[in-house]
């Protein structure tokens, strides 16, 4: 395994780095004006697109950093402010803004899916979508709303969705997950698992057996998996490379 993993990110080292540029944008969603900050690769497009959705902090640093790897690594990085503006520094206002309407979550969501759509940098047929805890749940959901989405990746996001939902994804799903998460548990997660598997959807998961919930972000001090992070690393980009780049 150990050997397998090095030399997976030997291979993922071997990658040209695109030397990612921000740059702050807005998008129509219904009547309200979106914010996002768009990660443009170096060269000539068109890209493959990512969506990245935030985890219930916000649009922080972190994130804004994980959607800049992915630029790096040649996508196209779409990360969006879900809250407005707005970022939590304590679990509390987080556990508040979290309550951000559903509905509106999706409408701003599908509203990114379209804005990437329109751009002319952008591969119309290879746009994805990438989330962490809240963020994690609803990329599942933009999957289910989205029929041309083109893959999916969920880490430690809620899988609590019914058959109906789930028979409606036609994207390739990547689920990382935590055996010591207590909110988005294992049981949950293999349930997620065989109800995709019954209905003949691509799924990809796994758990790993020390790791909680958030165990990628080093903000979560002790729960933070610095080994697993760097595979569930290794698993998005292969996975982002396979269906958005083949």
Same mark, same amino acid.
């Given at each position: ?68 790897? %992915? @630029? ?6 779409? !990360?969006?402010?879900?809250?407005? =503006?707005? +970022?939590?520094?304590?679990? /509390? &206002? ?47 959901? %933009? @999957? ?6 083109? !893959?999916?990746?969920?880490?430690? =996001?809620? +899988?609590?969705?019914?058959? /109906? &939902? ?81």
């Amino acid at each position: 395994m150990k050997s397998v993993l090095i030399f997976c990110v030997a291979l993922l080292m071997a990658v040209p780095s695109f030397a990612a540029t921000p740059k702050e944008v807005t998008f129509k969603s219904d009547g309200d004006t979106v914010k996002a900050i768009l990660y443009t690769p170096e060269g000539k497009g068109p890209f493959p697109a990512i969506i990245v959705i935030h985890e219930w902090w916000g649009l922080n640093d972190w994130v804004k950093e994980q959607a800049s790897k %992915l @630029a790096d690594q040649g996508y196209l990085a779409l !990360a969006v402010d879900f809250y407005r =503006g707005k +970022v939590a520094t304590t679990r /509390d &206002e987080a556990h508040e803004l979290a309550r951000a309407p559903a509905d509106r979550v999706m409408r701003d969501s599908q509203a990114a899916f379209g804005y990437l759509q329109s751009r002319p940098d952008v591969k119309k047929d290879r746009i994805g979508a990438i989330g962490w805890c809240w963020g994690g749940g609803y990329s599942l959901q %933009l @999957a289910i709303a989205e029929p041309t989405l083109a !893959a999916d990746v969920i880490n430690y =996001g809620d +899988v609590s969705a019914s058959p /109906d &939902e789930l028979k409606k994804i036609n994207a390739p799903v990547l689920g990382l997950f935590g055996a010591q998460d207590r909110g988005i548990t294992p049981d949950d997660v293999k349930k997620f698992g065989e109800q995709m598997d019954k209905l003949g959807k691509k799924a990809d998961i796994t758990i790993y057996p020390d790791a909680g919930h958030g165990f990628q972000n080093p903000v979560n001090g002790a729960g933070y998996k610095p080994e697993d992070t760097a595979d569930a690393w290794s698993k998005i980009l292969m996975f982002f490379a396979r269906h958005l780049k083949s």
